[in-house]
């Protein structure tokens, strides 16, 4: 495991620092994190999927999470009849294995595929999540690490697909496309994205011009 450690710490609502000009200032708005941790933790995945289940779905089905870190957006044909493929972009942390250095992104893409199994009421989500390489080292791509927060925000979007392509719900769309401005989307340090180190990018499947 990378070594990690809280990179943010902040009350309820927006929190500037003091030492910080006005004109930096309103540059610097810092979500509402309680801890963000450059660690790639997969049982806050999991946890978090769990708590939320019953609440989001509201059905008698059993859901089971998985992480499969091989996972791509690309379905065989007969794949694409039964699984579904949702990619999503977030904000996460990273640090390096090697020189320990640490970084934010918006643009850390995760990938999930789900389906619901009709004949035994059972669904899947397979969930993988794509790295980045230290701009200094570019040894290796290091798995992200995300806020409570922020997984909570993916993981809605995610209940949001699976209530209209598995359950048939309607407006879901439309809820989503409301929800686009909310806090959870505003972004720290809005620095190009480096398709060079990006494992999404190099894959392929990066949603940079989202």
Not at 59 to 80: I, K, V
Request: charged share 35%; proline share 4%; with cysteine.
């Amino acid at each position: 495991m990378l070594r990690g450690r809280p990179l943010l710490m902040c009350a309820e609502g927006p929190w500037f620092a003091p030492e910080i000009g006005a004109r930096r200032r309103t540059k610097v708005i810092l979500l509402r994190l309680c801890v963000c941790c450059a660690d790639w933790m997969p049982t806050l995945w999991s946890e978090c999927f769990e708590e939320m289940l019953d609440d989001e779905l509201g059905s008698s089905d059993q859901w089971a999470f998985h992480f499969n870190y091989g996972l791509t957006e690309t379905l065989t044909e007969e794949r694409r009849r039964r699984w579904r493929v949702y990619s999503h972009c977030a904000y996460g942390q990273f640090q390096c294995g090697e020189c320990s250095k640490t970084w934010p992104s918006a643009r850390v893409v995760v990938v999930f595929r789900y389906r619901l199994w009709d004949e035994t009421g059972r669904g899947t989500v397979l969930m993988r999540p794509f790295g980045q390489a230290c701009r200094r080292c570019r040894e290796v791509f290091e798995l992200p690490g995300f806020s409570k927060n922020e997984v909570e925000e993916a993981l809605l979007r995610l209940f949001g697909k699976i209530r209209k392509n598995c359950y048939g719900e309607e407006g879901v769309e439309e809820e989503e496309e409301e929800e686009e401005g909310s806090e959870g989307s505003e972004k720290v340090w809005k620095r190009p994205h480096e398709k060079a180190l990006c494992e999404a990018c190099r894959l392929g499947i990066c949603r940079q011009e989202e």
